[in-house]
């Protein structure tokens, strides 16, 4: 039966921008980055480790959270984000649980984290993580919506802060 190659689909104006990163969940930060630094072009990382003493308003699943993790940037664009969980229940638990290691998520940069998220949460979709303040000015912030069922990935609102504190890590990758 052949295909046609053309599909025509109908949807509304798009409601976020383009997928600025990809984040995906690993067990150790230091081969990942090896291992991606083979194949991508990136040449600095940056790693945060956040937690209640660094984020505040730290939710789970709606209720306040005492998650922490590492959260590792690339430079490339889209940016490449590798998160490990430490301590605490997290959407980062639950995917590893369920599924393992791998992508979990495509983020999108907003400038209006609270408008966006009001958007999402009016067309149905839940929030299932989120953090504010984790810039020096106590900006910033993210929130995750569990869209895996429909998008194959979890969805990400990133609100980049205007000073993000210093790295706790970083990596820097010199090519022969």
Same mark, same amino acid.
């Given at each position: 039966m052949p295909v046609d190659p053309i599909t025509t689909i109908t949807a509304g104006a798009p409601?976020?921008? &383009? /997928?600025?990163?990809?984040?995906? +969940?690993?067990?150790?930060l230091d081969r990942a980055i090896a291992e991606t !630094?083979?194949?991508?072009?990136a040449s600095r990382w940056r790693g945060y480790r956040y937690g209640p003493e660094n984020v505040r308003d730290l939710r789970y699943r709606g209720e306040p959270s005492r998650l922490s993790f590492w959260?590792?940037?690339s430079d490339t664009d889209p940016q490449i984000e590798y998160i490990?969980?430490?301590?605490?229940?997290s959407i980062y638990t639950e995917w590893l649980e369920r599924r393992g290691l791998g /992508?979990?998520?495509i983020g999108v940069f907003?400038?209006? %984290?609270?408008?966006? $998220? *009001? &958007? +999402? =949460?009016? !067309?149905?979709?839940? $929030?299932?993580q989120s953090g504010h303040g984790y810039g020096l000015d106590g900006d910033g912030g993210f929130a995750y919506f569990? =869209? *895996?069922?429909? +998008?194959? $990935?979890? %969805?990400? +609102?990133? *609100?980049?802060?205007a000073r993000r504190r210093p790295p706790d890590r970083e990596w820097i990758v010199e090519r022969r």
């Amino acid at each position: 039966m052949p295909v046609d190659p053309i599909t025509t689909i109908t949807a509304g104006a798009p409601v976020l921008p &383009r /997928v600025e990163q990809v984040g995906i +969940l690993v067990d150790d930060l230091d081969r990942a980055i090896a291992e991606t !630094s083979m194949v991508f072009p990136a040449s600095r990382w940056r790693g945060y480790r956040y937690g209640p003493e660094n984020v505040r308003d730290l939710r789970y699943r709606g209720e306040p959270s005492r998650l922490s993790f590492w959260v590792v940037l690339s430079d490339t664009d889209p940016q490449i984000e590798y998160i490990q969980p430490i301590d605490g229940p997290s959407i980062y638990t639950e995917w590893l649980e369920r599924r393992g290691l791998g /992508v979990h998520h495509i983020g999108v940069f907003t400038k209006d %984290l609270d408008g966006d $998220v *009001a &958007r +999402l =949460t009016g !067309s149905g979709m839940t $929030v299932c993580q989120s953090g504010h303040g984790y810039g020096l000015d106590g900006d910033g912030g993210f929130a995750y919506f569990d =869209t *895996a069922s429909t +998008l194959g $990935v979890i %969805l990400e +609102l990133i *609100a980049i802060p205007a000073r993000r504190r210093p790295p706790d890590r970083e990596w820097i990758v010199e090519r022969r």
